[in-house]
């Protein structure tokens, strides 16, 4: 990094991939530091249903991101695969929601969002053993197979002369009339211009340890566990996304299935526990009891960078010159993701933004 970029971003999850995708369109140089690798952590970890669970008792800021990369997924998707070879796999297999107790809240959103949806009829639950309430088939929600949008996104940002700066982590920041001059890494100190956090559930330890003097407006960010199971299944044992309660189904087109997932306060801790593997295993061969005929190959954890309500910081900070953030994204990362770095590119870059900005500030109510 011998020549200063015109945005440096301190994570390499979905949002700052997807942010340094959005900059270099614009035709800016990027760097991306990552103190693992990218995409590795979230965005790694997750399911990749690209709609918050019942979104109708999610705050509006987050239909409104939802909304947005809805209508940009398609493209983004189509893209990536021809440029890159790598194809993220959105797939708009659509979302079966078992129990809907507050229908009317549900249909009312759906309509006022333009969502389609019917009736579920009895043909869903042939192979599923459940009792269902109301059920609800939104056809067209589609899904992205998280390592495989990761991995898109990093080739196609390499294509493009993104740099790439891996297992780098940062150990100080420089800062000289209240503007970021220099950062040091493990691999050196770089002078940037415009310094992106982006580093999910680590972003608000980052903004306490390198910005003390700053603390009100820190972003109150913490991970949140979730823990997520495998099941290598043969294609067609399930066709579409089942969500019950709180745990759901996602099919794979290769025909593996996911089973998630928990939400647990865990502080940084990433080990996987017997008693969430059980209950997830108990849940997914209970609701398709094809499964069992599957063996259980993977079970994994991430850690979710959780926000008051689950609505993100994307903003420009209100007393460090050339400071942003995109980052908090919860359990949405994937689904708010194209949306949040539109929005941040837009910000940075001082065009109309897509999106009224206010609930994402830093200095919002708490």
Not at 102 to 122: E, F
Not at 226 to 235: I, K, N
Not at 265 to 283: G, H
Request: charged share 20%.
């Amino acid at each position: 990094m011998t020549i200063t970029p015109d945005i440096t971003i301190i994570g390499g999850g979905i949002i700052g991939l997807l942010t340094a995708r959005e900059f270099i369109k614009t035709g800016a140089t990027v760097a991306i530091i990552e103190k693992n690798e990218p995409g590795q952590e979230s965005s790694w970890a997750g399911g990749g249903i690209l709609l918050p669970l019942y979104p109708w008792r999610q705050p509006d800021a987050i239909t409104r991101l939802v909304l947005q990369s809805l209508k940009l997924y398609p493209t983004l998707a189509s893209q990536l695969t021809s440029d890159t070879l790598i194809d993220p796999e959105w797939n708009p297999c659509g979302l079966l929601i078992v129990k809907n107790p507050d229908l009317t809240a549900a249909t009312n959103w759906c309509d006022a969002n333009g969502i389609v949806y019917r009736p579920a009829g009895a043909d869903f639950f042939n192979m599923l053993d459940t009792i269902p309430d109301q059920p609800l088939w939104l056809p067209e929600i589609a899904q992205a197979r998280n390592p495989r949008l990761v991995k898109s996104l990093k080739q196609d940002l390499i294509n493009k002369g993104a740099t790439f700066m891996e297992h780098c982590e940062l150990t100080a920041v420089t800062l000289d009339k209240n503007r970021i001059t220099a950062i040091d890494t493990t691999s050196g100190q770089f002078a940037v211009n415009q310094l992106i956090i982006a580093a999910g559930a680590w972003s608000g330890q980052l903004f306490e340890r390198f910005f003390p003097s700053f603390i009100e407006n820190a972003p109150k960010i913490s991970p949140v566990k979730g823990q997520m199971l495998l099941f290598d299944a043969q294609p067609e044992t399930l066709t579409y996304m089942v969500l019950d309660d709180d745990q759901y189904l996602i099919p794979r087109r290769d025909g593996k299935i996911l089973a998630g997932s928990t939400v647990e306060q865990d502080d940084f801790n990433k080990i996987t526990t017997t008693e969430a593997r059980d209950r997830l295993s108990a849940f997914a061969l209970n609701l398709l009891p094809s499964l069992k005929n599957f063996p259980l190959v993977k079970h994994w954890a991430g850690l979710r960078p959780g926000t008051e309500q689950g609505i993100p910081y994307i903003d420009k900070h209100p007393e460090i010159g050339n400071l942003y953030i995109n980052a908090g994204h919860f359990r949405n990362g994937l689904a708010m993701g194209p949306a949040s770095a539109q929005l941040m590119v837009d910000l940075v870059l001082e065009r109309p933004t897509a999106i009224a900005p206010e609930p994402y500030k830093l200095s919002r109510p708490h």
